[in-house]
């Protein structure tokens, strides 16, 4: 599909230049730029029902509390920085 689209100067000159580095075809910058996009607004609505789910705070959480405890022991422990 072909189509136009109107850009800042200096969007467009940053994005020539990425392309480049790339390898890229403008066409092929913009579309795989579209189809990030369009990934990560799908995702949006993954982690706010994630976020309601689990809650910044534990206490918020609507999880039950025994499978909260379950997922922890299964997840490994963090190394240390």
Same mark, same amino acid.
């Given at each position: 599909?072909?189509?136009?689209?109107?850009?800042?100067?200096?969007?467009?000159?940053?994005?020539?230049?990425?392309?480049?580095?790339?390898?890229?075809? %403008?066409?092929?910058?913009?579309?795989?730029?579209?189809? *990030?996009?369009?990934?990560?607004?799908?995702? $949006?609505?993954?982690?706010?029902?994630?976020? $309601?789910?689990?809650?910044?705070? #534990? *206490?918020?959480?609507?999880?039950? #509390?025994?499978?909260?405890?379950?997922?922890? %022991?299964?997840? #490994?422990?963090? *190394? #240390?920085?």
């Amino acid at each position: 599909m072909k189509t136009a689209i109107s850009i800042p100067d200096a969007i467009y000159e940053e994005a020539e230049r990425l392309a480049a580095r790339r390898g890229w075809s %403008r066409s092929e910058l913009y579309a795989n730029a579209v189809a *990030e996009l369009l990934k990560n607004e799908r995702l $949006v609505g993954v982690r706010e029902r994630l976020d $309601v789910l689990y809650g910044a705070d #534990p *206490e918020d959480s609507t999880l039950d #509390p025994k499978l909260a405890q379950a997922q922890a %022991r299964a997840l #490994p422990e963090d *190394e #240390p920085w």
